[in-house]
């Protein structure tokens, strides 16, 4: 199952292959974790929403076009049950004084690999990049992340936000102009993305 494409996954995946939709969510589970932290989404409802997104994307098998990528369906998928579960924090934040929604240790750095000190680091800076692009706006900050951090081809965000190529490319440079505009004012790094 290394081998075959997502789409042929998803074909049989919908023919009712659970085998198949296991080997789609080990592929992509990662990359939907990196995009939930890069979006701000809380680090206790990272695996949640992620979670979420890959059973909205079973239920709705019947619906995926083999024409379009697989990645950029799933990814619009997930962007709306982020952009759900985000929305429900900020209300809940309004009506009962409930923590912001930008948790300050979102995506916080754990594995068996590097020492307390370069992890400590590594949340710092996780932070900061977090802090910098909160201060974007969705739409500019949705092209950002999936282009500069999730990796995903230009043509494949257009895909999963359900715009124009033209669109994110101008998202993207505006994203990286306003991100240097900050990063200056901060005295920071301006090749940050």
């Known amino acids: 199952m290394n081998n075959e494409t997502d789409e042929t996954l998803a074909l049989r995946a919908r023919q009712g292959e659970h085998a198949a939709f296991d080997a789609l969510v080990r592929r992509h589970w ?7 932290r890069s979006f701000g989404v809380p680090a206790t409802d990272v695996d949640d929403v992620v979670q979420e997104a890959f059973v909205s994307a079973w239920k709705a098998l019947e619906d995926f ?20 579960l985000l929305r429900f ?26 020492g307390p000190e370069k992890q400590a680091s590594d949340r710092q800076a996780l ?12 739409s500019l900050r ?5 282009t500069a951090i999730v990796g995903m081809s ?5 895909d999963s936000l359900g715009v124009s190529l033209k669109t994110i490319e101008g998202r993207v440079i ?14 920071g790094n301006r090749d940050l993305f």
């Open 89 to 114: 924090r900020k209300v809940r934040s309004f009506l009962f004084g409930a923590s912001d929604v930008f948790d300050e240790e979102a995506g916080g750095i754990s594995d068996e690999g590097p």
């Open 127 to 138: 932070r900061r990049v977090s802090k910098t692009l909160s201060q974007l706006d969705h």
């Open 65 to 84: 076009d083999p024409a379009r990528p697989f990645r950029a369906w799933l990814f619009g998928i997930a962007l709306n049950k982020m952009r759900d």
């Open 142 to 146: 949705e092209a950002l992340v999936l």
């Open 154 to 158: 230009q043509p494949e965000a257009a």
């Open 174 to 187: 505006r994203a990286r102009k306003r991100l240097a505009e900050i990063l200056q004012q901060e005295g």
């Open 30 to 36: 990662g990359a939907l974790v990196q995009a939930a």
